[in-house]
């Protein structure tokens, strides 16, 4: 979901708590033998050049971490929900987890155009802690479309590029999480009440939670109370009961590491919230793929949208990587759909393994992140883009999910762990 001028939508994320303690327990019982040989790499969960061996140590007992902060997250259709217990009571808000943008907002009583929602929406005069945000405040000025009410309370409206808009009052109101040690852990976050809000919005999404890098986003309002700006999250695929869970992990304790992890450098851009990976090829199978055959690729050529499903390439590249799948798939693709490859398979097909070869980081995904089964169809999902656009390479949900995806914007590393995010 693009935040103002963003061209995609981006969305969330989800990590369980059972991985994370096996993650956690890996490196505190079996890991830390092999990772304190390996204490000058930087992928060492607590790397720090400036530590002798003792204090690293030291680092990897569990006191340092006594618990992190988590939340759930559910994959309801094509994007992941996060939920949020909000206000005092507090009530369950699920938002659609959103890197591509910054504003976290949720639908609010009294709402003169709000689009249908099946939960209760959030009441602000049911609420003793919300307050709203005065005009004269610095965060009213960080939005660019802000008129002042009568009551000299912030109002904003927010728009995406898919059309969608919020409208409604800049507010404060206290979140509240459970941290892997059972306690609650709340905090104060900047959001916008939304009283009229219209778009692509499905009953079960109460809102938008952003989570790129700049002011007002969650990640960035969180990181002092939970320990640093960073986060990791494990989407189930498609098709994953609603029902099925997993744990999206904030601050301090969300990094991922330990068997089977890579990591690729994090690249930020100066006029975008968002973040970027470098591509330099993918492999179909043994045949290698070099993103740009006529000269070299460019630093942060791929954008990381939670938001997006499928994988945008730009069209010289898709078009050889459609080639090269093709032809190694013995089956023949459903001639309606083609060009795009679409085969009738009852479950996930028996497609190709593919190998995304990011800076320093090769991630396998399997037909469960390419061909994903809808209704007895498994399409290739992975569309052609413009390539003129900055970034033009998106990096969808598909395939971030079964993957435990690590960001870390103090190391400046995104890190993927190959993991069953529905377990
Ligand atoms: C809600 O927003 C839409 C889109 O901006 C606008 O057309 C409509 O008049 C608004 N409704 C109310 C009741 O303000
Ligand atoms: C986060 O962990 C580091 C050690 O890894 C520690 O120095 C720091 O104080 C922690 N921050 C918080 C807010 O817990
Ligand atoms: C999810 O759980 C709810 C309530 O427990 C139940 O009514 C619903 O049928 C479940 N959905 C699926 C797809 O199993
Ligand atoms: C491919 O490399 C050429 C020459 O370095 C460059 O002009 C072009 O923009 C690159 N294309 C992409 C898609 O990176």
Known sequence: MGGNHVTFPSQLV???????YLIWFLATASGFTVELIRRDSPKYPFYNANQTPKEQLNALSPKVHPSTAQSEVRRYEYQHLLKLSMGSPSIDIYGIVDTGSDLIWTQCVPCVGCYEQIYPLFDPSKSSTYSGISCESKQCHLLKRVTCSSENICKYAYGYVDGSLTQGVLAKETIAMTSTSGEKVSLDIVFGCGHNDTGTFNDHEMGIIG???????FISQMASTFGGKK??????????????TSKMSFGNGSEVFGDGVVSTPLISKNNVPWYFVTLRGI????KYLHYNLSGTVSVGNVLLDSGTPPMYLPQDFHDR????????IPLEPISEYLP???YISENNLDGPILTVHFEGADVLLMPIHTFPAKNGISCFEVYPRDSSVDGSIIYGNYAQSNFLIGYD???MTISFKP?????
Do not use: Y
């Open 283 to 286: 492999s179909v199978g043994d």
């Open 211 to 217: 989570l790129g890098g700049w002011t007002l986003s």
């Open 340 to 342: 795009r490859l679409c």
């Open 321 to 328: 990587l459609v080639a090269e799948v093709k032809q190694q």
């Open 14 to 20: 989800i990590v369980s708590i059972l991985s994370n």
């Open 409 to 411: 914007m103090e190391k």
């Open 419 to 423: 993991t069953d995010c529905t377990k």
């Open 231 to 244: 986060f990791s999250h494990c989407f189930s695929p498609f098709g994953t009961d609603p029902n099925i």
